[in-house]
């Protein structure tokens, strides 16, 4: 392979004499130690590249050797259950430990002919990701093949011919570049909602499942423990948690706290299905921007297995923050608060590898990308929100007022969106709520004409607003507290279905028309407030769990008779 000669080095960058043939995105070795790091710019013999460790230490004249191939990684069983650098090597594992050794059985026989990414055995012992796949380029005639029983990942377990006569050994680890997509037979419509437990993005703002969503919010907000409730909750088969450059105690939590989660289906630790790849910001600031990529590339390999997968990033800022320092070393021209002109690109080649596709195998498999940012101050202007906000079909923003309240999700309904919601309509008709796109419109127009009034009550005082105005208030209110909140910590209503999201719906809709209806007649707000149902609707999540749903059934008759009363005390008929 080609080699070059170290001229200079700052930081993660280094600068180099090419010796031989190298190519942009070639992965190399650097010095005594064979630090991995990436070429990044060729400039006639003149070479640039980031380097992925510590670089202290290294000087002039060291030795930078090219392997001909991109920066990849390797993908196979036991990745499931650990945390890996930026770079997958595992953290939690001691380098003289022995192989980790794998149960295979062989689905494929000698003479088979199996295209690129076909599956060829799989895994008894596996409860996740068990079947053994082709690499997405290899493709050929069965040769050889192990008679199946205890394997290590790296041994050869068959032979591929391909129709130009070369040999292909097959172990149930191969390698893949991380900056490019895994390939599909077909990417499919994202048109089913991934279901995450959480009214306030369920109901309002959904996303779909090979969709894409945005959580920005300033310190204190709650990222970290809403991803951590995504993680547990959502509907998907594999987690992906991939730590970009947060602080160094905030990784240390998630470490400690996600192998202590229980998996709410199965009753087994979450950590089974889980992948962590922590880079904190303390670590090689090169490595950090490589770990988003290698963490998608882990997810699409998952995916391929015909998984749902949710890849979950905190923080891209850092990311972003992680570009901007080597861009800066490398002498690039800043774009705006100095971030790189490219920054709009990479954030778009990141988030469009989320899918739902049909993989080569001929499974349907989803990635689905949740992305933090950390905004300065909360300044949603800024520009990795701003770009980010390009390529999402979900933005759930988090407010600091509504944290500080104790108002969990803090995501603040008006300064969020879900620009495919409509698209999800068909779901919840066939999963029995046929008016959920309009009940959702009217909840959206309801809390912004609450924001409305709640400015001009702040001038004039709430009492002196009109009976209508006071009742929209009060129906606010109530959504609010019924629907929108969720704590994390509860062991009822930390978790809240499709059914149980639509009887508490239902319910809720029912009453802010009943009500208005009363408040026509002549009945007093305050009179509506004191009801003895709206004290049972405002604690209805936590009071009827997953396996009551009949009994919201007993709160219809007493909704109906209540506001009935209400409204014939006012003098209009009952």
Not at 452 to 477: F, N, S, W, Y
Not at 479 to 489: I, K, P
Not at 508 to 528: Q, S
Request: charged share 25%; with cysteine.
């Amino acid at each position: 392979m080609a080699e070059a000669r170290l001229q200079a080095i700052s930081g993660p960058v280094l600068h180099a004499r090419a010796l031989g043939p190298f190519a942009v995105g070639e992965a190399i070795e650097v010095g005594p130690a064979r630090l991995p790091g990436e070429v990044i710019r060729l400039e006639g013999e003149r070479l640039v590249a980031q380097v992925y460790d510590d670089t202290t230490g290294l000087k002039p004249g060291d030795a930078v050797h090219g392997s001909g191939m991109p920066l990849a990684v390797p993908l196979g069983p036991g990745l499931l259950g650990h945390i890996h650098d930026g770079l997958l090597r595992r953290l939690d594992r001691a380098r003289d430990a022995p192989p980790e050794r794998f149960a295979f059985e062989p689905t494929v026989a000698v003479g088979d002919r199996l295209p690129a990414g076909a599956p060829f055995g799989r895994l008894p012992a596996a409860a996740h990701a068990g079947r053994c796949l082709l690499p997405p380029d290899r493709g050929g005639r069965v040769i050889a093949l192990h008679a199946g029983g205890e394997v290590t990942a790296d041994e050869p377990l068959l032979t591929l011919v391909d129709d130009a006569g070369r040999e292909h050994p097959i172990a149930l680890v191969h390698r893949w570049p991380v900056r490019a997509p895994r390939p599909v037979h077909a990417r499919l419509p994202a048109d089913e909602p991934l279901l995450t437990g959480q009214r306030i993005l369920d109901t309002l703002f959904p996303v779909a499942r090979g969709g894409r969503a945005a959580i920005p919010g300033g310190f204190g907000t709650g990222k970290t423990v809403l991803q951590e409730t995504l993680a547990k909750w959502c509907h998907a088969d594999i987690i992906v948690y991939v730590g970009c450059g947060e602080r160094g105690n905030e990784m240390a939590e998630v470490l400690h706290e996600f192998p202590q989660l229980t998996d709410p289906r199965s009753g087994r630790a979450l950590m089974e299905r889980t992948v962590i790849i922590a880079n904190a910001s303390n670590m090689p600031v090169a490595a950090r921007e490589a770990s988003i990529y290698t963490a998608v590339t882990v997810a699409e390999y998952f995916r391929d297995q015909g998984l749902h997968v949710a890849l979950m990033a905190d923080s891209t800022s850092r990311w972003a923050e992680a570009l901007r320092e080597v861009s800066g070393r490398l002498g690039e021209l800043p774009g705006e608060a100095g971030y790189p002109a490219y920054l709009s690109s990479r954030l778009a080649e990141f988030y469009e590898r989320a899918a739902r596709v049909r993989t080569l195998a001929g499974d349907e498999g989803s990635l689905t990308i949740i992305g933090a940012v950390s905004p300065p101050g909360g300044d949603f202007s800024e520009p990795v929100t701003s770009h980010t906000k390009r390529y999402v079909g979900c933005f759930w923003g988090l407010d600091r007022e509504r944290a500080q309240a104790r108002f969990y999700p803090a995501v603040h309904p008006l300064q969020s969106y879900a620009v495919e919601a409509a698209r999800f309509a068909p779901w919840w008709t066939a999963h029995g709520n046929a008016d959920w796109l309009r009940q959702r419109e009217k909840l959206l127009a309801l809390l912004e004409e609450q924001a409305h009034l709640e400015r001009m009550a702040r001038i004039v005082g709430k009492d002196a607003l009109p009976p209508e105005q006071q009742l929209t208030l009060l129906a606010a209110e109530l959504v609010n507290e019924a629907l929108l909140r969720q704590s994390a910590f509860s062991p009822v209503d930390r978790y809240c279905s499709a059914a149980r999201q639509s009887e508490m719906l239902r319910l809720v809709m029912r009453f802010v028309a009943l009500a208005r209806e009363a408040v026509a007649r002549g009945a007093r707000p305050e009179a509506i407030a004191a009801l003895p149902v709206l004290r049972r609707l405002q604690r209805m999540g936590e009071d009827i769990g997953e396996a009551e749903l009949a009994r919201f059934g007993e709160l219809w008759p007493q909704l109906e008779r209540e506001l009935a009363e209400v409204s014939g005390a006012a003098g209009g008929p009952p």
